[in-house]
Structure formats: structure tokens, C-alpha cells
């Protein structure tokens, strides 16, 4: 008997565009969606990590390229979102209450020195997320791990930027709260500096 989790979500893939990709939803790709702890741990041991898709297994090798449909692409972009809520920001919530003004983002680029350091923090986020634990969550809608790594032809600049959508803007103390919350998920300290609200 599986056991059922309080909110279905749905992982996507915000993909590099292609030819016949006109509106920005076009880029994104419904891997797949988990309504149970079973289903998202298979569901987790089978997808590729992050540090393989935005960078290959060392920094000097190429990204994963994913075949969806007819073409192989490559990954931007990892979204995990509430069920039925697309990653889009003319949209609506869980609740089928659309979006009031700009969608709201908390977001920070983070640049450790080891890339696969985001494979634990992108877990620990979603399980937090999963587990409704971060304070505010019937708000949230979910998060968002954008590939902002950089390769030069001597150098490559390992930069991700990690990205938390809600419904309507929270108050200064109820943002302060939720990024406290966050940090403490993620276990990253580094990550309680450099939040912005766009």
C-alpha cells in the first residue's frame, strides 16, 4: 500500500529551445508527476541528477543532452511544482486561483566550488517541499533550479540559481521566515545571504 503524499507534484524540465518551441511553456517538459512517497522516491533514483544534467559527470565534459519527442535537447532548468500549476506566470495555483499581479520569486545564485554540492541541496528542497514543511507552503507553489554555469575555454563558473514561486507577495517578516526556513532544509549557510524578491 503506497503512502499518499498531502499535495500531487509534478517535476519538469525547462529545455533549450527549439525551432517550433513559440510560447515559453513550449520549453518546458512534463517529466513526471508523484501523489506518493513510493513514487517519488522511484521517480528520484531513476531521473539524472543535476550536476549530470547542467554539467556532465566532471565540469570539463558536456551536459546531458535528453531526447523528448523527435529532438534531443539540452536541460536549462529543473522545476518541481504543485499539481495541476505549470511553470508559467499567467497561470493558476493548486486551488485554481489565478496569479494577483507578478508572480513572486525569492530567489539567490549560488557558486560553490563543487557542482554535484547542488545535487544534496536540490533533494533536501524537495523533500522539504513534499513534506509541506516550509512555513507558508499552502502559499508556495515550488521551486525552480536554473542552470547558470558558465563554460570558458580555460575556466568554467559553476553558478545555479535557486528560485521559490507563491501566489501574492508575503511581508517582510513572512519572507525573513520562509528563506530561515529554507536555508535550514538545503543545509547550506552560505545561502542566508544574497536573497532577492522580483
Given at each position: 500500500?503506497?503512502?499518499?503524499?498531502?499535495?500531487?507534484?509534478?517535476?519538469?524540465?525547462?529545455?533549450?529551445?527549439?525551432?517550433?518551441?513559440?510560447?515559453w511553456i513550449?520549453?518546458?517538459?512534463?517529466?513526471?508527476?508523484?501523489?506518493?512517497?513510493?513514487?517519488?522516491?522511484?521517480?528520484?533514483?531513476?531521473?539524472?541528477?543535476p550536476s549530470?544534467?547542467?554539467?556532465?559527470?566532471?565540469?570539463?565534459?558536456?551536459?546531458?543532452?535528453?531526447?523528448?519527442?523527435?529532438?534531443?535537447?539540452?536541460?536549462?532548468?529543473?522545476?518541481?511544482?504543485?499539481?495541476?500549476?505549470?511553470?508559467?506566470?499567467r497561470a493558476?495555483?493548486?486551488?485554481?486561483?489565478?496569479?494577483?499581479?507578478?508572480?513572486?520569486?525569492?530567489?539567490?545564485?549560488?557558486?560553490?566550488?563543487?557542482?554535484?554540492?547542488?545535487?544534496?541541496?536540490?533533494?533536501?528542497?524537495?523533500?522539504?517541499?513534499?513534506?509541506?514543511?516550509?512555513?507558508?507552503?499552502?502559499?508556495?507553489?515550488?521551486?525552480?533550479?536554473?542552470?547558470?554555469?558558465?563554460?570558458?575555454?580555460?575556466?568554467?563558473?559553476?553558478?545555479?540559481?535557486?528560485?521559490?514561486?507563491?501566489?501574492?507577495?508575503?511581508?517582510?517578516?513572512?519572507?525573513?521566515?520562509?528563506?530561515?526556513?529554507?536555508?535550514?532544509?538545503?543545509?547550506?549557510?552560505?545561502?542566508?545571504?544574497?536573497?532577492?524578491?522580483?
Amino acid at each position: 500500500m503506497e503512502t499518499p503524499l498531502k499535495t500531487k507534484w509534478t517535476l519538469w524540465e525547462h529545455r533549450s529551445k527549439g525551432p517550433e518551441d513559440d510560447r515559453w511553456i513550449d520549453q518546458f517538459y512534463e517529466v513526471a508527476s508523484v501523489e506518493s512517497v513510493e513514487n517519488l522516491w522511484l521517480l528520484w533514483g531513476h531521473y539524472p541528477k543535476p550536476s549530470l544534467l547542467f554539467a556532465g559527470s566532471k565540469t570539463d565534459e558536456a551536459p546531458l543532452l535528453l531526447k523528448r519527442g523527435d529532438r534531443a535537447s539540452r536541460v536549462l532548468g529543473l522545476c518541481f511544482f504543485k499539481t495541476p500549476v505549470p511553470p508559467e506566470t499567467r497561470a493558476t495555483n493548486a486551488k485554481g486561483e489565478a496569479f494577483t499581479g507578478l508572480r513572486s520569486i525569492l530567489e539567490i545564485d549560488t557558486n560553490f566550488d563543487d557542482l554535484k554540492t547542488y545535487d544534496q541541496m536540490w533533494e533536501n528542497l524537495v523533500l522539504t517541499l513534499v513534506g509541506e514543511e516550509v512555513v507558508f507552503s499552502s502559499d508556495l507553489n515550488g521551486a525552480w533550479l536554473a542552470n547558470r554555469t558558465r563554460k570558458g575555454f580555460l575556466t568554467t563558473s559553476i553558478r545555479l540559481r535557486l528560485e521559490l514561486w507563491w501566489d501574492s507577495r508575503l511581508d517582510e517578516a513572512q519572507v525573513n521566515a520562509l528563506k530561515d526556513t529554507i536555508v535550514q532544509a538545503v543545509g547550506r549557510e552560505e545561502l542566508r545571504t544574497g536573497w532577492r524578491i522580483r
